[in-house]
T-cell receptor, first 118, second 112 residues
Framework: DVKVTQSSRYLVKRTGEKVFLECVQD?????MFWYRQDPGLGLRLIYF???????EKGDIPEGYSVSREKKERFSLILESASTNQTSMYLC?????????????????FGAGTRLSVL | DQQVKQNSPSLSVQEGRISILNCDYT??????FLWYKKYPAEGPTFLIS?????DKNEDGRFTVFLNKSAKHLSLHIVPSQPGDSAVYFC???????????FGTGTRLKVLA
């Protein structure tokens, strides 16, 4: 069973603070993703990583950065939190099955971190 | 620019009846489509997928239909059960990427 664990379920921070959201997966997956979920907007991709130290911007990377120093861990960093970053943040991972076309690699999600920036 | 759209934010269905959730997309490059289910306080979980070479895929009570010419897919749940009450997201991708584009979600409520 794939397990994707996000370190916090709820987080409250103040504007201007540096915020770290941590995600760990235990299935040796190559790919890891960070999304945010907002009402009426669905899930939007912030960043993803397809290997250690590799990262690629998603659809809404502004105001965020990421770090992947180890294969199992993918961190999302809010350099200076703002109120418009109040959201549900979801981490996901997927493996690379080289026998399949890329899109067919199922993403497995963590339970999410609800971040409030005051 | 919403490439994947779920135009119904919510849907209520009586237990035992059919639930039909719809999804439209605009990008003709998409060739793989998925449905995820999300309960409150949990992450989305994969439900069913379909490749563009098919027009139907079935898994138990869940069937996904794909109409490529209309750029439309739908998820049918038969029979609907109260435990199916959740938010359903459709997602689309193409073979050159690991990224998904998600729709905005439809909240399904199955009434007992």
């Amino acid at each position: 069973d794939v397990k994707v664990t996000q370190s916090s379920r709820y987080l409250v921070k103040r504007t201007g603070e540096k915020v770290f959201l941590e995600c760990v997966q235990d299935m040796d997956h190559e790919n890891m993703f960070w999304y945010r979920q907002d009402p009426g907007l669905g899930l939007r991709l912030i960043y993803f990583s397809y290997d250690v130290k590799m990262k690629e911007k998603g659809d809404i990377p502004e105001g965020y950065s990421v770090s992947r120093e180890k294969k199992e861990r993918f961190s999302l960093i809010l350099e200076s939190a703002s109120t418009n970053q109040t959201s549900m943040y979801l981490c996901a991972s997927s493996f690379i099955d080289r026998g399949k076309r890329r899109a067919k690699n199922i993403q497995y999600f963590g339970a999410g971190t609800r971040l409030s920036v005051l | 620019d919403q490439q994947v759209k779920q135009n119904s934010p919510s849907l209520s269905v009586q237990e035992g009846r059919i639930s039909i959730l719809n999804c439209d997309y605009t990008n003709s490059m998409f060739d793989y489509f998925l449905w995820y289910k999300k309960y409150p306080a949990e992450g989305p979980t994969f439900l069913i997928s379909i490749s563009s070479i098919k027009d139907k895929n079935e898994d138990g009570r869940f069937t996904v239909f794909l109409n490529k010419s209309a750029k439309h897919l739908s998820l049918h749940i038969v029979p609907s059960q109260p435990g199916d009450s959740a938010v359903y997201f459709c997602a689309a991708s193409h073979s050159g990427t690991y990224k998904y584009i998600f729709g905005t979600g439809t909240r399904l409520k199955v009434l007992a």
